[in-house]
């Protein structure tokens, strides 16, 4: 009854810059979201945390990422934003969209994912 869709993945050359959303929904429901993180995860290496933010608003990050990316939120939208700019070839991964807990009226739903959008980073 609710989903993450994730979106805005694709080519980009180093040096250049990405946002990616990640939008939750629920079917016939109202939703509220707590904190919220985005991992990533590159061929043949395991899934790795970006970075998070709380409902507040209070953003950390990998030291990999520190200075280049950025997490924002739109509570209003239901949606997570992820800014990565100066991008490098190692950034090269999937990336997944996470929401430790979906509060609905009723229900709440544990440790939902995304299905991932792609990013590449080439020449």
């Known amino acids: 009854q609710v989903q993450l869709v994730e979106s805005g993945g694709g080519l980009v050359q180093p040096g250049g810059s990405l946002r990616l959303s990640c939008a939750a929904s629920?079917?016939?429901?109202?939703?509220?979201?707590?904190?919220m993180r985005w991992y990533r995860q590159a061929p043949g290496k395991q899934r790795e945390l970006v970075g998070t933010?709380?409902?507040?608003?209070?953003?950390n990050y990998v030291d990999s990422v520190k200075g280049r990316f950025t997490i924002s939120r739109d509570n209003a939208k239901n949606t997570v934003y992820l800014q990565m700019n100066s991008l490098k070839p190692e950034d090269t991964a999937v990336y997944y969209c996470?929401?430790?807990?979906?509060?609905?009226?009723?229900?709440?739903?544990?440790?939902?994912w995304g299905q991932g959008t792609p990013v590449t980073v080439s020449s």
């Open positions: 629920a079917s016939g429901s109202s939703l509220r979201l707590a904190t």
């Open positions: 996470n929401a430790p807990s979906i509060f609905t009226i009723g229900v709440t739903y544990l440790e939902v």
């Open positions: 933010i709380t409902s507040s608003g209070v953003t």
